[in-house]
């Protein structure tokens, strides 16, 4: 999508990655499209891991916009993968590093195994491309996406997902991620506010997105990614009413992961729906802070 039309940026962007983990930017470029583009405050939430966050501290110090520490926690409930994103953690808290740990080693076999089946598959050296374009450790099917894409096996990632990483396919290794009670725990054990990220994306029936937004609430989840970078029309309303049902807050995050990626760009959010509480106003930010450019 263009943005040479009239295009208004939220001054909030609670979702974003950085090439700590399947983002396409370094944290210095991410951090300075996003001042450029107006945000004034952000969380970089890479996946599973929380190594790109001194290197956000610093820049977003330097070019004087506000920072929520995060991380993006892969888990599951029911069968289901879900994505949980803590906000405003403290990224040297032993539990929360030693789950990411967990999640971070079964990353390992996993990417091992990936390449294993892409090789029986006639592609080998899949799993060592796909850490030479991840360049941190953090190796996710994005990764792979990319190094296939290279390769002239498929023309673009979403064709990658397609044919052979998605679900069902050749180099798709049905993952046991971490209960989603635990990556809750870690987040809070962090100082963290748990939010349910892209809950469109799912793909739950109502009555399945309500068992579990009640059970999230229950183990102490805090908010709902009411507005998304990718969600249909309408979804915004729908989780907006969803957050004040189930006494959550509601987070605007863009999921930005690059200006190449095809989704909606860092800030291009519409705002929360009236009466939705925001999720950044229960952190320790100064009130109004986001209105005063010297804050
Ligand atoms: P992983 O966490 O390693 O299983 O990879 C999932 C990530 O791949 C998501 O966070 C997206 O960034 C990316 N992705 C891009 N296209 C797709 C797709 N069609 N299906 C699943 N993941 C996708
Ligand atoms: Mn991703
Ligand atoms: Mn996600
Ligand atoms: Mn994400």
Not at 99 to 109: N, P, S, T, V
Not at 130 to 156: E, I, K, P, Y
Not at 190 to 214: K, T
Not at 227 to 232: D, F, K, N
Request: glycine share 14%; with cysteine; charged share 20%.
């Amino acid at each position: 999508m263009s943005h040479s039309a009239k295009v208004t940026v939220s001054p909030v962007d609670l979702h974003m990655h950085s090439r700590y983990s399947d983002g396409s930017l370094d944290v210095p470029d991410l951090v300075l499209r996003a001042s450029g583009r107006g945000v004034r405050l952000m969380a970089l939430t890479d996946h599973d891991n929380t190594a790109g966050l001194a290197a956000a501290a610093s820049a977003t110090r330097e070019n004087g916009i506000h920072l929520l520490p995060g991380v993006e926690v892969s888990c599951q409930w029911n069968g289901v993968g879900l994505h949980v994103v803590g906000l405003g953690i403290d990224a040297g808290c032993p539990v929360l590093q030693a789950g990411l740990e967990k999640i971070m080693a079964f990353r390992d076999w996993r990417a091992m195994e990936i390449g294993q089946r892409l090789a029986g598959a006639g592609m080998p050296g899949a799993e060592e491309g796909a850490r030479t374009v991840a360049g941190s450790r953090m190796v996710g099917r994005m990764h792979f996406a990319r190094w296939l894409v290279q390769g002239g096996f498929c023309g673009d990632t979403a064709r990658a997902f397609e044919l052979f990483l998605g679900s069902g396919r050749v180099a798709y290794v049905p993952s046991d991620w971490i209960p989603l009670p635990e990556a809750v725990s870690w987040i809070r054990a962090a100082g963290g506010l748990p939010v349910l990220a892209h809950p469109g994306r799912y793909r739950l029936s109502s009555p399945r997105l309500r068992e579990l937004l009640s059970e999230f609430r229950e183990m102490e989840g805090a908010g709902l990614e009411v507005c998304s970078g990718s969600q249909a029309a309408g979804d915004r309303e729908y989780l907006g009413r969803l957050a004040r049902e189930f006494s959550l807050a509601g987070s605007v995050g863009s999921d930005f992961h690059g200006p190449d990626c095809g989704h909606a760009d860092i800030g291009q959010l519409l705002p929360l729906p009236e009466g939705v509480e925001p999720v950044w106003e229960r952190t320790g930010l100064a009130p109004g802070c986001l209105s005063v450019s010297s804050c």
